[in-house]
């Protein structure tokens, strides 16, 4: 626990170290990995390369500074935080790693306005941080390994079977290697996939693009050009092949209630919301559909849909758009116009999912259609970052 003064100080500190977050968080990780190779591969480069990963360390720090005296609003906030590390498996023996590390940066970057006990006070923050990390993903280690077909690290799974769902999209089912039962997962959820390429491990995480049956895992995966990890997939494994998954995390799952729902997505954003809405309609709730993608041949789960479409022909509502070509229901790019045609209801629940730009597009929309910030719901495929809302 802090001590008076060392509360004192993080107050009277946090903005001088808030203005220079970013230049210490992108210290930070070449540091890092200079003394700790080891850890190297649990980051995606690509994240590391575009800042994306170290603008959220900074978001979370900053967030944590600003909430620790509501514990309970503070654990909500790192939910995100959380999931992600129990898709990578993060352990305790990690987080002083990366305190040394995180300490270290900020006393390089900000030099001799650092003093002893600024040092201390800091350290003593990030301290209580990661103790409270530590608590909440040991919670949710232990639930996930405590349920029928549940497991704690790494289980090995099996590519079953692969299906080509459109010219970049392809998806994996996933049987364990070991015969047993297959744990449940929230739809909506993603799940951590731990690699080894070329000797080198490698961690990525997939959304589920089905909902449970206890039997097997569905990952569909966006062949990227530049994606070490996608690119793999696609063009190196096969059924038979092996690889090792980690417990199953995330937080845009469905929000228990009967509002009607509206699930919009762009390209490989479908993944995590077409279990959204097989499980909402089993639940008799009304879903309307919209998916935008580049052209008929990059549209994904066109046969998912469909049968979505013949078992629930009055709740469930599809519309496609396609940026080119003519085989969609509208031309174009989803924009404010089209969102308030589908929109169900001011008090609707909306999920979206999709590029940076088409999150930021849906999110001032449904804001300037009266659709409040609690009821709407994104999750981006990289680390967070803000939506730049109205």
Known sequence: MLTHEQETLINATAPVVAEHLDAITQHFYPLMFARYPEVK???NEAHQQSGGQPRALASAVLAYVKL???????????????SKHVSLGILPEQYPIVGECLLAAIGDVLGDAVTPQIAD???ALYNELAALLIDLEDKRYREFEQRPGGWRGTRRFKIANTQQESVLIRSFI???????????????QYIGVRLTINGEPLYRHYSLSDIPNGRSYRISIKREAEGQASRYFHDVLQPGDSIELLPPAGDLTLVEGDEPLLLASGGVGQTPL?????HALSLGRQVVYLHAALDADHHAFNNEVETLK?????????????????HADHIGRIDRSLVADYLPSPVARCYFVGP???MT?????????????DRRHFEHFGPSRPLNTI
């Open 174 to 188: 996933l049987e364990p290697e070991d015969g047993g039962a297959v744990a449940d997962h929230e739809p909506g």
């Open 41 to 43: 591969p649990l980051f």
């Open 68 to 82: 620790r005296s509501n514990p309970a609003q503070a654990r909500a906030t790192l939910a995100v935080v959380v």
């Open 310 to 326: 013949a078992v629930y022909p009055t709740r469930f509502h599809a519309v496609s758009i396609h940026e080119q070509g003519n």
């Open 274 to 278: 077409l279990p959204i809405a097989q």
């Open 121 to 123: 006070a800091w350290e």
């Open 356 to 358: 940076q730009g088409f």
């Open 361 to 373: 597009a849906m999110n001032d929309a449904l804001a300037e259609l009266g659709v409040t910030a």
